[in-house]
């Protein structure tokens, strides 16, 4: 459960991209807490969205978590594809096979 201060907006709160993801990482590890993808961004999207949270690229992050949700990505090439999203690039230098399936991004081996 979230910190009743937190939900009261009476503390400030703060984080990063890497902290986020090493949390995507130990709510799926199989050896922790084995939690779906589904229920990772459920999970997560209450806390990124407490208005009191001061996190660069906020909704870079939350467009990765739904894309972790619903593709083969893992959090951290959900992440570039958000961000690439976000810049308008279309054309990423990777030998992850994952990015083929993803609308409006071209994979070129380098």
Do not use: W
Request: glycine share 2%; charged share 25%.
């Amino acid at each position: 459960m979230i910190c009743s201060n937190a939900l009261k907006a009476e503390i400030q709160l703060t984080t990063s991209e890497s902290v986020i993801a090493e949390v995507v990482y130990v709510l799926s590890s199989r050896s922790l807490y084995n939690q779906p993808r589904q229920n990772i961004r459920v999970l997560l999207r209450p806390l990124l969205n407490l208005p009191n949270l001061k996190i660069p690229n906020r909704r870079t992050i939350l467009r990765a978590l739904d894309l972790y949700a619903t593709t083969n990505l893992d959090f951290e090439d959900a992440l570039s594809v958000a961000h690439m999203e976000r810049k308008k690039i279309a054309r990423i230098m990777n030998y992850d096979g994952d990015f083929d399936g993803i609308e409006g991004i071209e994979r070129r081996e380098p």
